[in-house]
């Protein structure tokens, strides 16, 4: 086969297309087949519907290589996985007898009585590679059919990976001869868009070759996922750093964070290394931006809380923003923002403070229109910056961004 072998993932499961779980199989059987070499072509989820089931197969057989199924092996008449590739392949079914007794020990050893229909889950494609599934009943299977692979896995998580780990995996390498691997890292920014992010690297995107160059725009700024075709870890490793380090030469201004690493989990870090504490001052966030710095392990030895102080009242009566700022300027306004800042630190002893004041909606407040938003960082050093923006969406959205930003404006303070 040539390195150019198409993989395809399908899952079978209506829960799956109903949004009760979520496909983890196919992002996890992706994630390790690219340490492969094995590019996966297309992923599927269809129902438990004989008919649906059997158009999804004929598809698959008839763009790719390789077509991995997870899910539709269980007992029950909605696992309709096999009756699906029967129809379109026409192999005979049969029951595998280390299977069969393997279930039955099972019910014995429990103590019940086994229903008929759990022969179901014993039952392979006559001439298949069955694959002895010791987390579970159902056991996988390898077929061959028309000059392409079929892998059969059981849906639940713990049992695919346990097959696919020690069985499938090596399987598939032996098969193809894949001696490359896929290796991938992701890059994250803060305070760049994706097309600034993409006008700075314009030349480095042109010209990419091996490492790719994919910047994504995410929730939490925006991301840039390398990747990268070797012949062993080490080479691999050496390419990304290489790319990697051509584009911090560029915007590492905006740079927090690779693969897992988050905004919130940098900021502690900034926090511990200069030795100083924060505390917030919470309006219209209403604690997310405290709860999301507090998530993260050992944001106690920075953290000192926040203050959640909604109406005017509280602003005035729990953290002491003078009535005179409120008469004067409306608590949506930057003079309140940096008051809620000041006294953030002040009442908590810290060394940095934050709040966040504006209209998150449905409507407008203090004749300011839904989405105005102030957010002010001050320190005990008398510094301080006071920002306005003026954000779009719902209410969730208006507080998401809020706080996206007031970490963005931490980031970018803290570390000047």
Not at 8 to 29: D, K, M, R, S, Y
Not at 119 to 137: C, T
């Amino acid at each position: 086969m040539t390195k150019q072998i198409k993989t395809e993932i399908i899952a079978v499961g209506t829960e799956l297309l109903l949004g009760q779980i979520a496909n983890t199989n196919a992002q996890w059987l992706s994630q390790q087949l690219a340490k492969y070499g094995l590019n996966v072509y297309y992923h599927g989820v269809v129902g438990d519907n004989l008919t649906r089931v059997e158009e999804t197969f004929r598809s698959a057989h008839e763009r790719s290589d390789i077509i991995i199924v997870t899910g539709g092996l269980g007992p029950t008449d909605d696992d309709l996985t096999r009756e699906g590739f029967q129809r379109i392949s026409n192999l005979r079914i049969v029951e595998d007898q280390p299977a069969m007794e393997k279930i039955i020990s099972y019910f014995k050893k429990q103590n019940t009585e086994m229903t008929p229909n759990n022969r179901k889950q014993a039952r392979i494609f006559e001439g298949a590679h069955v694959l002895d599934n010791k987390m579970g009943m159902a056991p996988g299977m390898i077929v061959s059919f028309e000059k392409k692979t079929w892998i059969f896995l059981p849906g639940v998580p713990r049992e695919m990976k346990y097959l696919a780990e020690n069985e499938v995996f090596p399987y598939l390498q032996e098969m193809t001869g894949q001696s490359d691997i896929i290796k991938s890292t992701v890059l994250k920014f803060i305070g760049i868009g994706e097309s600034r992010l993409e006008h700075e690297l314009y030349d480095l995107i042109k010209n990419q070759s091996n490492p790719t160059i994919a910047p994504l725009a995410q929730n939490d700024g925006v991301v840039i996922r390398l990747t990268v075709k070797a012949k062993a870890d080490e080479e691999a490793d050496k390419l990304l750093d290489l790319t990697k380090q051509k584009i911090l030469g560029k915007i590492a201004r905006y740079h927090y964070g690779t693969d897992e690493q988050t905004v919130e989990e940098e900021l502690i870090r900034l926090l511990k290394q200069a030795g100083k504490k924060i505390a917030a001052a919470e309006s219209l966030t209403g604690g997310k931006f405290t709860e999301r710095l507090v998530s993260v392990e050992g944001a106690s030895q920075v953290c000192r809380g926040g203050i959640i102080c909604y109406d005017a009242k509280m602003k005035s009566d729990l953290l002491g923003v003078s009535n005179e700022v409120i008469r004067s300027f409306g608590t949506v306004s930057k003079e309140c923002a940096l008051e809620m800042a000041e006294n953030a630190w002040k009442r908590t002893d810290s060394d940095f403070g934050i709040g966040f004041t504006g209209v998150a909606g449905p409507g407008q407040m203090e004749n300011k229109p839904v989405g105005t938003v102030f957010i002010a960082v001050s320190d005990r050093e008398g510094k301080h910056v006071v920002q306005e923006y003026s954000f779009q969406g719902d209410r969730t959205a208006i507080r998401s961004k809020a706080v996206l930003k007031g970490f963005e404006i931490l980031f970018n303070y803290i570390k000047s």
